[in-house]
T-cell receptor, first 113, second 114 residues
Framework: KAGVTQTPRYLIKTRGQQVTLSCSPI?????VSWYQQTPGQGLQFLFE???????NKGNFPGRFSGRQFSNSRSEMNVSTLELGDSALYLC????????????FGPGTRLTVL | QKEVEQDPGPLSVPEGAIVSLNCTYS??????FMWYRQYSRKGPELLMY????GNKEDGRFTAQVDKSSKYISLFIRDSQPSDSATYLC??????????????FGKGTLLTVNP
């Protein structure tokens, strides 16, 4: 069974640009969560989607948004990029109605110059 | 006070040692407790998953949860160089929207020396 896939794996952008990251969950999983990982803050929750609905959102500014499609694939978008947005963005999927057993993808490494 | 505290290390041990990793937390609503292992440049990998208090063993790994003390531990027996990684504790609550996210510790970097 294929794992969680994320594209692209690496991305370099400049301040002010926007970026879209993609996540394909494990087949059959309907919950997709997004996390930002930085050396200073660790792993921080961005948002979670289940059946195309956002169920929970972390404490990030409105520049961070996401969506989920009917096939459970998810995208997250960051607009007006700032230097501090440089991070590893991780997507995780869960096959249960809660998110306790989450399976992570390899992440997208975003560098903002 | 952060919801989850984890000593970042680094922790360096010789091969074969018993490793103890710990996290404390402040949110009494946490009911589900997990340990993830993350190798460099990879996503976290779920190692252990426990519900409420008690112990759970899986091979060389043992997870312990003490809800009365708000303290969880992961023990690694007969540690191997391949165990060298960052270990992250994670927790989730059991009610409503707060059950739809994991709260992580910052991770402990472990190196097992041959």
């Amino acid at each position: 069974k294929a794992g969680v896939t994320q594209t692209p794996r690496y991305l370099i952008k400049t301040r002010g640009q926007q970026v879209t990251l993609s996540c394909s969950p494990i087949s059959g999983h309907r919950s997709v969560s997004w996390y930002q990982q930085t050396p200073g803050q660790g792993l921080q929750f961005l948002f979670e989607y289940f059946s195309e609905t956002q169920r929970n959102k972390g404490n990030f500014p409105g520049r961070f948004s996401g969506r989920q499609f009917s096939n459970s694939r998810s995208e997250m978008n960051v607009s007006t990029l700032e230097l501090g947005d440089s991070a590893l963005y991780l997507c995780a999927s869960s096959g249960t109605s809660s998110v306790d057993e989450q399976f992570f993808g390899p992440g997208t490494r975003l560098t903002v110059l | 006070q952060k919801e989850v505290e984890q000593d970042p290390g680094p922790l360096s041990v010789p091969e074969g040692a018993i490793v103890s990793l710990n996290c404390t937390y402040s949110n009494s609503a946490f009911q589900y407790f997990m340990w993830y292992r993350q190798y460099s440049r990879k996503g976290p990998e779920l190692l252990m998953y426990t519900y409420s208090s008690g112990n759970k063993e899986d091979g060389r790994f043992t997870a312990q949860v003490d809800k009365s003390s708000k303290y969880i531990s992961l023990f690694i027996r007969d540690s191997q160089p391949s165990d060298s990684a960052t270990y992250l504790c994670a927790m989730s609550a059991n009610s409503g929207g707060s059950n739809y996210k994991l709260t992580f510790g910052k991770g402990t970097l472990l190196t097992v020396n041959p």
